[in-house]
Structure formats: structure tokens, C-alpha cells
């Protein structure tokens, strides 16, 4: 039973089903290929983002001790990892919804279409193959649209969710990293702000 033959023997439900599922699948390869692309270029953006939000901090930290700039710098590095992490899962939702959802719909399409074998030995009163074979046929189409829906919605959707599981690690190890450098930084600046005192002191005296 070739495709054509189902077309013509298929009705607007089936029909609506296959469209459906046939939507699904372009949603599906359309964002697993957006993922794809974009996380090399999120995890750069990520990144610089993550700077930015401690490098806007720093003419605050003056009047603050140790403890509290630590505490306002890791809030704002968490802050930004919570937007890098809502960024880099928009789409995975959807791909696990498909995934969940197009084996149901191929299923739908299968019982549809063996009650369109029944029907058709009810009218004929014989259970023969040409009564059945048309209809059964359509139904086992169906079912296998459904797989090939689901399946790559689902490697889709596990990649894509180990992809951003790494990417929250790699933003956690920047933000301590740049936590480290900044709390340092600011340690150091005092420091250096007193001995050039110290010395200005001394050398007057002299």
C-alpha cells in the first residue's frame, strides 16, 4: 500500500492527523536545529553578561565590608544565571510536549482507522481482506507516523536538556571565578589606597 492510495482512501480526520503530526515534526527539527546553532553563541553571551553584572557593581562596593559585597555579587551572578538558564531552555518545553504527545496522536489515528475496518465489514457482512485491507493498512500508517514524530522529539529533547545541564555547570564555574577575581580585587584596592597614604605620610615627614 503505497501513500497515494491512503491519500485517496483517507478522510479529513485522518487527513487532519497527518497534518498534524507533520506539523509537529518541522516544530521539532526546526528547534532541535535552533538549539544546535545557538548554544555556542549563548554560552559567549552568557558569559559576557555575567561580567557585566559584576563590573556594574564595583563603584557600589565602596561603602560595603567583605560580607556584604560577597553577598550582593552573588546575587546578582545568580540573578543572571537564572536568565541565561530561562534563555537557553526556551523551545526544550515544546519538544518534550511533542514528544509526549505524537505517540497518542498516531495512536488516535490507528483506532480510527481499524474502526474504518469494522465499518466496512459491518456494510459487506464478510471479514475479507479487500474489506480490510485498506482501511488496517491506514491505521498502521498512522502508527508509524506517530513514532517517527516521537522518536526524534525525544533524542531532541534529551540532548538539548544534557546541552543546557552543561551549560549551567560552565555559568556556575565563571560565576565563582569571577566572584573570586572581584572580591580580590576590591580587597586589594583598599589595601593599596592605605600603603600610597602611608607612604605619602612618611615621606612628608621626612
Not at 565602596?62 to 536568565?83: D, M, T, Y
Not at 475479507?128 to 506517530?146: F, S
Amino acid at each position: 500500500m503505497n501513500f497515494s492510495v491512503y491519500w485517496q482512501h483517507a478522510d479529513a480526520v485522518s487527513k487532519t492527523l497527518y497534518f498534524v503530526l507533520l506539523a509537529m515534526s518541522i516544530t521539532t527539527w526546526t528547534i532541535f536545529a535552533l538549539r544546535l546553532i545557538g548554544t555556542r553563541q549563548l554560552k559567549q553571551q552568557a558569559y559576557a553578561q555575567l561580567a557585566q553584572a559584576l563590573s556594574k557593581l564595583k563603584t557600589k562596593f565602596g561603602v560595603l565590608n567583605f560580607e556584604q559585597r560577597k553577598a550582593v555579587a552573588e546575587q546578582a551572578l545568580l540573578r543572571q544565571i537564572s536568565a541565561e538558564k530561562a534563555n537557553a531552555e526556551k523551545g526544550v518545553a515544546v519538544l518534550g510536549t511533542i514528544a509526549s504527545l505524537a505517540p497518542f496522536v498516531g495512536l488516535f489515528g490507528t483506532v480510527w482507522g481499524i474502526f474504518h475496518a469494522l465499518v466496512s465489514i459491518g456494510k459487506s457482512g464478510q471479514a475479507g481482506l479487500a474489506q480490510v485491507a485498506t482501511p488496517v493498512g491506514e491505521a498502521l500508517i498512522m502508527t508509524g507516523l506517530g513514532l517517527a514524530v516521537a522518536i526524534p522529539a525525544v533524542i531532541a529533547y534529551n540532548i538539548c536538556t544534557r546541552a543546557n545541564r552543561t551549560l549551567s555547570q560552565e555559568l556556575q564555574d565563571q560565576a565563582h571565578g569571577l566572584l573570586i577575581d572581584t572580591m580580590l580585587q576590591q580587597d586589594s584596592a583598599p589595601t593599596s589606597t592605605a600603603k600610597a597614604a602611608t607612604e605619602h605620610l612618611v615621606g612628608g615627614q621626612a
